[in-house]
């Protein structure tokens, strides 16, 4: 099954998985979360509202409505006051879906193996939603996307970090590995690729961009 409209019995997507992936300690955390490409069910900002938490969402394809969850595609501009969030996330949304564009990454995936070129074709619009999501976070707070964007950071980590903003990755914790052997699986099944290295080098990892003080 191609993993377009994750649904919660899916585990490549469901809470505990994304909590894992990336590693806050929401026990603890206190303030205003934004999920940026939160899903058509915005179940990690349905789950930490329940917590009491301050979360809001973002993606193209939403199918509910409710005044913390915004419609946006290519995550045009959050309409936020700058300075406004305390953490922003990204989990599996760094690929674009569900358009054209989503056909030719997978034709070129099939044709030539090659896994980076999702990110090659989604970076643009990454990028405008990095400064975007710099602008409404508050100094000093963090963007966490996973998996890490290997090439969105090979092509514009020096214009990333010309902005001030620290770019840092950590390897997510071994529990979550056994479960992204699975999900390395499912991908191979689906686009008989990536190669495992490949995978790995994103996979295992999130980034964290941190907006400057
Ligand atoms: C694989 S799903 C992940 C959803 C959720 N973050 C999760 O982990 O369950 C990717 C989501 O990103 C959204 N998305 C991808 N590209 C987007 C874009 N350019 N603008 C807005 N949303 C986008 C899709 O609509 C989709 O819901």
């Known amino acids: 099954m191609i993993p377009i409209n994750p649904s919660a019995d899916n585990e490549q997507y469901d809470v505990p998985f994304i909590l894992d992936n ?11 979360v934004l999920d940026i490409g939160c899903g058509i069910e915005a179940r990690l900002v349905e789950h930490l509202r329940k917590k009491d938490i301050q979360a809001e969402g973002t993606d193209a394809a939403l199918e509910i409505k409710r005044s913390y969850l915004t419609r946006a595609f290519d995550y045009e501009p959050i309409q936020r006051p700058d300075n406004h969030y305390d953490l922003a996330l990204s989990h599996m949304s760094n690929f674009r879906q569900g358009t054209n564009v989503f056909r030719q990454i ?104 941190t907006k400057p003080r």
């Not at 030539?112 to 990028?127: P, Q, R, Y």
């Not at 902005?163 to 699975?182: A, H, M, N, P, S």
């Open 22 to 32: 990336m590693g806050v300690d929401f026990l603890i955390f206190k303030g205003k």
């Open 106 to 209: 997978l034709f070129h995936m099939l044709e030539e193996s090659h896994f980076n070129l999702v990110h090659a074709i989604a970076d643009k619009a990454m990028l405008g939603c990095i400064k975007q999501t710099m602008r409404v976070l508050k100094p000093g707070k963090e963007l966490r996307i996973f998996p890490r964007p290997n090439y969105l950071l090979h092509t514009y980590l020096g214009e990333i970090e010309s902005q001030g903003i620290e770019v840092r990755t950590e390897k997510v914790f071994d529990k979550g590995i056994e479960r992204l052997d699975r999900v390395h699986l499912a991908f191979n099944i689906i686009f008989k690729s990536p190669s495992k290295a490949l995978f790995e080098q994103e996979f295992y990892y999130r980034t964290i961009l």
